[in-house]
C-alpha cells in the first residue's frame, strides 16, 4: 500500500443515531443525509441541504459512516455496551496523490463519551472487522481508527 504525500481533497462527516435511522452531515454543513438499515420500515434516504456537486470523497465517507455506525450498535449489543446518547462517528475520506498515482485513506473516530477507553477500543475495532465498508477498503487503503471518550 502506498502512502499519499499529498493531500488533494477531503471529504468529512459526523454521523449520529437518530430516530430515524442515522443522519449524517457533511463537514461544512451542505451534506444533510438521513439513512436507514436494509429492512428497516424507517424512511429510507432523506437528502437535504446539499450543494450541486457533493465531492465523491463526502459522499463516500457518508456511506461508510452509516455502515460502520450501526456496526457500532451490533457491537455493542453484543458486548451487552449500552451506548451513550451522544454517540457520533467522524469519518474523513482523503484524495491524495504519489508521485503520479492517486489514491485514497480514511480516519474513523468513534466518539463514546463516558465508556472506558478499553471498551470504547473494544467497540470501534469489531465495528472496523464487520463493517462491510471497512473490509472492502481493508488492505487496499490506508485506514487509521481513534477512539474519543471525553
Known sequence: MSKIEKVLATGKTHTT???????????????????SSPGSAKPAHQFSNILPHPTA???????????????VGLVAKEL????????????????GQTGQAYFIQGRLTLRVPGLSNEVA?????????????????????DVTLNVVTE
Request: hydrophobic share 40%; proline share 4%; charged share 15%.
Open 17 to 35: 443515531p437518530s430516530a430515524a435511522g442515522n443522519t449524517s452531515r457533511g463537514h461544512n454543513g451542505n451534506l444533510d443525509i438521513v439513512l
Open 57 to 71: 470523497e463526502q459522499l463516500f465517507s457518508g456511506a461508510w459512516s452509516a455502515c460502520y455506525s450501526a456496526a
Open 80 to 95: 451487552n455496551v449500552t451506548l451513550p446518547a451522544d454517540t457520533a462517528v467522524d469519518i474523513e475520506v482523503d484524495l
Open 121 to 141: 477500543t473494544k467497540l470501534a475495532h469489531g465495528a472496523h472487522e464487520i463493517c462491510p465498508y471497512s473490509k472492502a477498503t481493508r488492505g487496499n487503503i
